[in-house]
Structures are given as C-alpha cells and as structure tokens.
C-alpha cells in the first residue's frame, strides 16, 4: 500500500507517495507555505498540496511541534510559525476538508529517525539516535526502529532540547540562531545581536504545565505535550560575504569556515561541542551504537566531525528521510 505524505516546514510543504519495501520515495509537489497566516488559510494550503496525492488510504504528516502528535492539535506559540493555529485542532480541519477518515501526524525529527532506521545510515539498528539541528535541536531515540519517550534513559519526551547545559536552555547554545548569535559576538561585539540577552527557548514556555527535572548533569525543564521545532535545516538567507552578520545561518557561517574564516570554524566547533558534552550522558544510558545527523548538523560534518565524543554519519536527505520515517509510521499503525 503506498502512503501518502506531507512534510511541512515552517516555509514549504512536501508532497510524496513512499512505496513500502522498496521504499521509493517519490515526489509529487514542494510549494511555499505561508506558515503565519491565518488558521484558515493553514488548512487550505495544506490541502491544496494534499489534494496532489492519492488519498484513498489515508495521509501522513511529518511536521514540527510543539504539536499534540496523537489528537492533531496544534500548540505553536513564539516559534516564528503557525502562531495563529495555537490551541487548533489541525488533524479535525484536515479530515474534513480532504473529506477522509485518517490523518496521521508524527514528529519531524522522529520521522527523520525512523526513516534513517527504515532505509538509511542507521537501518536496522537495534539502539540508534537521530539529531537534527536547523531553528532548534531534534532528537529521536530509536530501540528496534521505535521511538523511546519514556524512562530514565532518554530525555523528557525523549527530547533533548528540554534540557539545560550550563545552567541555561541547551538551544542557546547549539542551535541556529546560538551558532549565529556566537559569530556574531566574535566578529562585532557592537551588534544589537550581540548584546541582546538571550530570552528563555519559546519552546519551553509554549505550553503551561512545565515542570523540572533531574538528568544526567544538567537540570531539565519539560513541558507536557511540547514537541521539536522544525530542525530539518538552516535558515534560508543566502548571505555569502554579506558584512550584516545578522543575516548568517549555519550554512553560510559554515561556508565562511571553509574559505578560511578561523572564527566561523571555532564558532562552529565550540557549538558541536557543547552538544556532545550535553548529548554523550544520553547516549551512554540508552546505549546508542549508531546516531546519524541531519538539518544543519549535516551539512556541516566535515567542519564539526572532530568536536563530537561519539561515532555519526551525515546523512544525505533529511527531508527524503521525514517522508520515508512518517510513512513507515503510518503503516505499523494501520
């Protein structure tokens, strides 16, 4: 049975059809997405992109949180997308307007995981772990291809972004906007970016409820329902040579660094670093054989490969694999 599937960032939507067991993907449409437009207008380009694919067996949806997975409700407050949807039943709209009876949605950075295990880097794994770094930081815990959330060996929700490193949210630290604010502070200390303080991750304070707990050396705050953040990439400004240092992502940072800009691979290096302090505990507890990296994290491997403390491969499509993981998904649960 082919699965058809949406990958929706905070910019585009991805139509695809996967095909179990040879596990082509095959796509159909990436348009634009007006993320910030009214819940309405959400819906309609959704299913305008959906109306794309054969429908008669259902569809999944690979997309950011902080997102209820299970009901379809959406909970994005200050990420800079789908403000308006906040509190929205997302799956309820979608089934009515494509007139079908299932919408499935799933996690992106676990559909990444599970469609690396499926047909990738880490397939057939019995203990994996994906990361995706982009706008935030995404993790996704794999024991024999199946998300772990729970217990003492994960992360709260199995989310390593609700956890703190140096006594402050592990996303200020290694994350776009963190790689971009650290360049920044490097090369013009003057900036306005430079000098702002960093205001607690949107991200933990999006839903109410957040509660701390104890981790493997860092204090933790986890709240209930609220899930990674569209990681699958950096920002999109293409800002080569561009003196407004406000303007970089970590492509572009990364790009300086291999033209022999010493700050932007330190920059680069320090960043990756913290998160193999921060990651390495997690990985020691679940006992990970094999972690693959996608987002920006990928693209960026030959530069950071030596900061981390654990075995990874890059992988080459992070995208491709979100279709792959949420359709792979969606078929256990049929």
Known sequence: MDVAVLEVGGSHATAAVVTPGTWQVTEVD????????????????????????????????????????????AW??????????????????????????RVMFMNDAEAFAVGEWTAGQVRGVERCLGVTIGTGIGTAFL?????????????????????KYAGK????SISARAIQRRYTNRTDPEAPSARKTEAPSARETALPGARETEAPGAKETAAPGAKETGALGARETEAPGVKETAALG????????????????????????????????????????????????SGAY?????????????????EHSALLGAAAHYLRTT
Do not use: C, H, M
């Open 30 to 73: 990436r348009a634009e997405l007006e993320s910030q437009a009214a819940a309405a207008q959400v819906v309609e380009q959704l299913a305008d992109a959906a109306r794309k694919l054969p429908l008669a067996n259902g569809l999944a949806i690979a997309l950011p949180g902080p997102f209820d997975f299970a009901t379809g409700v």
């Open 76 to 101: 994005y407050r200050g990420q800079g997308k789908f403000d308006q949807l906040y509190g929205f039943d997302l799956g309820a709209a979608l089934r009515t307007e494509l007139g079908i009876e």
């Open 143 to 163: 024991a024999d291809g199946r998300v772990v959330r729970d217990g003492n060996t994960v992360p709260p929700g199995g989310e390593l972004y609700k956890t």
């Open 169 to 172: 949210p592990l996303e200020d």
């Open 250 to 297: 970590v492509k572009e940072i990364a790009d300086l660094a291999r033209a022999g800009d010493t700050v932007a691979r330190e920059v680069l290096v320090d960043a990756f670093t913290d998160l193999s302090s921060a990651l390495q505990p997690w990985i020691d507890r679940f006992g990970v054989t094999s972690t693959v990296l996608g987002g920006s994290i």
């Open 302 to 318: 030959d530069l950071i490969a030596d900061a981390l403390t654990f075995p990874a491969t890059p992988t080459p499509d992070t």
